[in-house]
C-alpha cells in the first residue's frame, strides 16, 4: 500500500473498531474511562487550566484559516487533482478521528450512568408530576431565602470569574458520597466564540482536544453555574448529555452557595415543566400558579434572551449536532438533554431533594 492511502484506509479501520467497541462497555468504562482517559483529562486541565484564554478557541481558529487557505490554494486545480485532494482530506479527517477519539470520545461508548449508580430509566406521569410538585417547593423556598420577595426574580451578584472559583465546592461535596465525580485543576473559561454558541443556540461545549470547558459568557447568569457544572461533567468523562445535566445538576445543588442552589433546581424544574409540555401541550400550566413569580420570572428573562437570537443557523446546526450525536452511541440526539429528567425522577424517589 502506498503511504498516500495509509491513513484514508485507517480512518474506515478505526470506523470499523469504534463500531465494535460500543458492544463492549465494560471494557472501554475499564480500559479507557476509569483507565487511560483520567491521566489525559487531568494532565490537559493542568496544562491549559492556568491560563487565563482558551487555547482550544484559538486552536480551532488556526486550524479552520488553514483549512480555508488550502481550499482557496486549490480551488483553480482541484478538477486536475481532485484524486490526491480527497485522498488529503480523508488523511486529515483519519487524524483528527485518531486524536479525538484517543483524548476523549472513547467515553461516549461507556457503560450508561444509570447502570453504574443503579438508577432505573423508567418512570410514570403520576412519578413525574409528583417529582415536579416537591420540585416546585425546593425551588420556590430556595428563590425566597435569596428574594425575601415571590415576585423577584433573582439576580446573580457575581461575576462569572467568581463562580469559576466557586464550583469546585459542588463537586468536592458531590464526590464524597460518589469518589468517581472528583474533580480537580479546573480548567474552565468563556468561549471567544460565546456570540457565534448562542446563535447556535448553545450554553457552552467541552474541547476534547484540550480538555478545556468553554461556556457561552452571553448567556443569562442565573443559570450560568448549571451550565459550567455540566461542561465539567464532560471533562470528566461523561459524554452523554443527560448524564452531564445530571451531574451538573447533583453537583450545583450540593454547592454550599445558595444561588448555585437556586441555579440547579430552577433548571431541573424547567426541565420536567418542558417534558410535560413534550407530551401534552398545555399541560405545564396546571402548574404555574404554584410556582413564585419571580422564577417565572427568571425562566422570561431566559426565554428572551435566546429568542433575540433565533435564526435559521441556530436550527441547522441543531441538525448538525443532533446526527452527530445520534453518530457517537446517543441514539435519541438533541433529545437526550431532556432524558435526565428520567434520572432524576428515580434517584430521588425514596431520598429527599
Known sequence: MKKKHLLPALLFVQILIIKILGYFPDTVEYLYSNGLYQPISKAMRVLFGWIPFSIGDILY?????FIFRWIFLKRKTWKIHWKANVLHITGFISVLYFVFHLLWAFNYYRIPLNETLGIRKDYTQTELREFTLKLIEKTNAIQFKITKDQNAKVVFPQSRETIYGKVLN????????????????SSIKGSIYSLPLTYMGFSGY?????GEAQVNDKMPLYSFPVTVCHEMAHQLGYASESEANFIGFLSAKSNDDPYFQYAAYSF???????TFER??????????PLINKGILENYRESREFWQQYETFIESGFKIFYDRFLKMNQQKDGMEGYSRFVELMVNYYKNKPL
Open 206 to 210: 467541552l474541547n476534547p482536544f484540550t
Open 268 to 274: 431541573a424544574l424547567r426541565y420536567c415543566l418542558n
Open 279 to 288: 407530551k401534552k401541550e398545555g399541560s405545564s400550566k396546571e402548574f404555574l
Open 61 to 65: 481558529s488556526v486550524v479552520f484559516f
Open 170 to 185: 459542588g463537586y468536592s461535596h458531590l464526590s464524597k458520597q460518589y469518589p468517581q465525580f472528583d474533580y480537580i485543576h
